[in-house]
């Protein structure tokens, strides 16, 4: 486990690796993301599905989609943002050459990465070092595993040692060290408001001691929502609300969490609900008959808990389904539905990061009022949903809704954007919205030069207006 002297040492080898990395040719760079796609595809498929299985509790399905699918898709497809980015010069008129030089970042970046992703955890070092940084990468101590193989798929991929330094140790003493160093270029983060807030904090709080301004980037919470109109498909809304809301136990960042439903269809999505809710099995991930694992470790499964309890014990809400908890090997929440009837409640504005659902029922005819509640009821602005077959009413909510989510889904789960299909990021409290897996993103690694070259250049300061008739 790093402390401070580890992480100076992580700082060091990124600042010597950072002359010759910077002055490889991107093509040169992009080969060596695009060989662990590859080797991904192939090799090492199965091992890093496994790492991430086994330690973060992930199903072979949520596995495969994530540390596979996911991971690939951002190693290839940034390549073909990078490549985009290049390629977009100025116009040069007759005499006169210019170009931008997209250089790296004056320093070295700093990659801090959640659990709940193995492909968010690829992505962050990867990104800025395919541009041409150098990255310490301090991951979350439950996804310490993962992060290892990621490290060792890249090593084999070709990647130089220094270009991407991983640290594992206290998340805050590395932090206190990392950014107070003067070469610190950028930050690519993923995690809780709290924490990146903090970050924000100290770095404007040193802005000054600073080489150059930090670029930070940050992915953090959300509250996601799910609204239904009365005209939407209940068997479609059923199915959206229960994999939005338990798939990988709801520790995603756009699960479904927050649900606004007509009194019209809330007693038949009800009963549906509740059926399939009591379905679901719990339990190892290596058995693949289960939908869900453990959630994370003992801090979340006690914030799980405590949530749950408190609902059972309010006056204003009522547990329609699961509610169970077990720690007694693992740290496993039954996927959990409650009703409330109190707009200012807490488990409509607070982010839980577990399989806690949390419905609202809303009048018939209340539907501008659902609304106005979900865009002032939440300080993030993630993901969300809308269900209907009534396209006014789609038309309506995409307009009065339009900074209520970064991703905005129509008759689908709030969940489950895939890289180069639906670029991923939210405002408000929910970041920075620079869209990872995205030419967008990849703009923020790269500080432009503009070189103008003339070729013919004057000789005489005198222009040919000053001349004597």
Request: with cysteine; hydrophobic share 45%; glycine share 8%.
């Amino acid at each position: 486990m790093a402390g401070p002297a580890e992480t100076r040492a992580a700082i060091t080898a990124a600042l010597e690796a950072a002359h010759d990395w910077s002055r490889t040719s991107w093509t040169e760079r992009a080969s060596v993301f695009l060989k662990a796609a590859d080797l991904l595809s192939g090799p090492w498929r199965d091992r890093l599905n496994a790492a991430t299985m086994l330690g973060q509790s992930k199903t072979v399905h949520q596995a495969e989609i994530d540390s596979a699918a996911e991971l690939i898709d951002f190693f290839r497809l940034n390549v073909a943002f990078a490549q985009r980015l290049y390629e977009e010069q100025p116009i040069s008129p007759e005499g006169v050459w210019n170009y931008v030089d997209y250089r790296p970042l004056e320093g070295f970046v700093f990659a801090i990465t959640p659990f709940n992703f193995t492909a968010i955890a690829g992505n962050l070092p990867s990104a800025p070092a395919l541009m041409g940084n150098t990255v310490v990468w301090k991951p979350a101590a439950t996804a310490m595993l993962s992060a290892h193989m990621i490290l060792e798929l890249l090593r084999e991929a070709g990647l130089p040692d220094g270009v991407i330094n991983l640290i594992n140790g206290d998340a805050k003493q590395i932090a206190d060290t990392v950014l107070a160093n003067e070469h610190l270029a950028g930050i690519h983060f993923t995690g809780s408001t709290h924490v990146f807030n903090t970050i924000n904090r100290v770095v404007s709080n040193r802005i000054g001691s600073y080489r150059s301004y930090p670029r930070i980037v940050g992915e953090t919470g959300g509250k996601n929502f799910v609204l239904a109109h009365q005209s939407a498909d209940l068997q479609a809304l059923a199915t959206a609300i229960i994999r939005g809301g338990f798939e990988y136990q709801g520790q995603k960042c756009s699960a479904a969490s927050r649900i606004f439903v007509p009194q019209q269809i809330w007693p038949v999505l009800r009963e549906q609900l509740c059926d399939e809710i009591a379905s679901i099995r719990v339990g190892d991930v290596a058995d693949f008959e289960n939908f869900m694992g453990a959630v994370i470790d003992d801090k979340a499964y006690s914030r799980h808990a405590a949530a749950i309890d408190a609902a059972r014990a309010s006056s204003t809400e009522t547990i329609l389904a699961g509610g169970g908890t077990d720690n007694s090997r693992g740290f496993f929440v039954n996927p959990t539905l409650i009703e409330t009837t109190d707009p200012q409640s807490p488990l409509l504005r607070d982010e839980l990061f577990g399989p806690i659902v949390t419905v609202i029922v809303y009048p018939d005819r209340g539907f501008a009022d659902a609304i106005e509640m979900i865009d002032n009821g939440s300080a993030y602005g993630l993901t969300g949903a809308v269900f209907a077959r009534d396209r006014n009413a789609v038309a309506t909510v995409s307009d009065r809704l339009r900074h209520a989510a970064g991703n905005f889904y129509v008759n689908d789960k709030p969940t489950g954007a895939i890289v180069g299909q639906q670029p991923f990021g939210g405002a408000r409290a929910s970041g920075t919205n620079d869209k990872a897996g995205s030419v967008w993103n990849l703009m923020r690694w790269v500080s432009p030069r503009t070189i103008k070259e003339t070729f013919v250049p004057p000789t005489d300061y005198r222009y040919p207006f000053m001349a004597a008739e």
